[in-house]
């Protein structure tokens, strides 16, 4: 595209670098400019986990997150804020492009699955070459290792975000065949007591830090605590048969 | 574990061989014996995505399925010919493992996600030392190459099987903020009714061999035929606007 550089949104998988693709590696190696997204004071999960990838001499766009948790995520305040975070993060991913440099986005997990990414996407997919990198995903990870078969036959899969009020989640649980809470940390005791209520305590699986060093797996009535880390899920399989 | 080989069950990923992880390469470069399943007359598409990565000499098994639409999925006669079915694969990926030989099963996608492993996993996992390393789903990969920003903030997420009846299909439609309908194929007269009671066939996209050279990305209302490759599957990204 008329000298412009390519965007390349590449899913890096679920925190195990043994777990990015032969393609996300290919293109990281290759890639002039490296961008990513990380919380105030911390290094970024996904610069982190594609350390060993990067070419020596890339630039690097760091793009720092202006709130985590410290005002609600449905206020005006909040929504306006990241609005113009997400403007800067795609404008300056822009200039490079502009200058003729690929840039390459490093997204934990799949970059189009509750990734960042797509704010950057929604900015400028239209404006530039854009190809897209799907990684293996956070909950495919956790179900591997906790050897958990997830979906049989025409089970349906509902995958729930864990900030949902206690009334949606419950309903929702209700009526799932098997399902996926994502983003536990500080609303696990609602998520308990959702599952409580559609029955499904005794089939929930608690997996934190899912393939990395840290991975801690159990029951969820085993978890002896009321907060969990960012990187939880609450996995509930099938309760069909094996046949 | 005293001798015995060890069972892996490989994601080897939706079809583009380059979308399997460093981990499943590794593991299947080094595995004495491969096994996997395809249906009568056709090489396997798990066999064939894996191609590159085999070892020369390594072992093969391969386990044709004996039905694939033949006679009715919900039949006790159905049931029972792929219970023997999945009894003899197991028995004999069980042989080459106590001979002492690793066997890797490989799983197109990934293995816990709809994929005939977990029947073998039923049947080993307790008496074999296992590890089960994940994929990239189909789903992933096709709504990365359609470029759909598929759940945003806490979406929800429906992953939905195309053999379930019309009724269940619109009903869990109609609640989802975002869905995958999986298993396509001659379902897809009946998928299309779904969507269409469930006002989403604006946003419903058709994706068929994604990630593989024969692949094509269109809006399913613009599909001219009624019967879809295996392959396939449809796409209904989040209706939550940008931010």
């Known amino acids: ?114 990734g960042s990414f797509m704010y950057v996407n929604d900015r400028l997919a239209a404006r530039y070459d854009t190809e897209i990198v799907p990684g293996v995903t956070a909950m495919a990870a956790c179900w591997s290792r906790a050897g958990l078969p997830m979906t049989r036959g025409d089970d349906c899969l509902s995958v729930l975000a864990g900030t949902l009020d206690e009334d949606t989640l419950a309903g929702r649980l209700q009526s799932a065949d098997a399902a996926v809470v994502m983003k536990v940390g500080r609303h696990l005791p609602k998520i308990r007591r959702a599952l409580d209520r559609a029955g499904l305590t005794g089939r929930a699986i608690y997996v934190e830090n899912g393939s990395t060093p840290d991975e801690r797996i159990m029951r969820l009535s085993d978890m002896p605590i009321d907060e969990a880390p960012y990187f939880s899920l609450v996995l509930v399989p099938t309760g069909r048969a094996a046949s």
């Open 1 to 114: 595209m008329n000298g412009k550089g390519r965007l390349f949104g590449i899913g890096v998988g679920p925190g195990d670098p043994e777990l990015l693709t032969l393609k996300a590696v290919r293109l990281l190696r290759a890639a002039p400019v490296v961008a990513w997204f990380a919380k105030s004071g911390k290094a970024g999960h996904a610069r982190r986990i594609a350390d060993g990838y990067l070419a020596p001499d890339a630039g690097e766009l760091r793009f720092t997150y202006p709130y985590t948790t410290e005002i609600p995520k449905r206020s005006d305040v909040y929504r306006e804020a990241m609005a113009a975070f997400y403007d800067d993060a795609a404008n300056r991913i822009a200039a490079a492009l502009d200058g003729g440099r690929d840039v390459a986005l490093l997204c934990e997990g799949d970059p189009l699955f509750y």
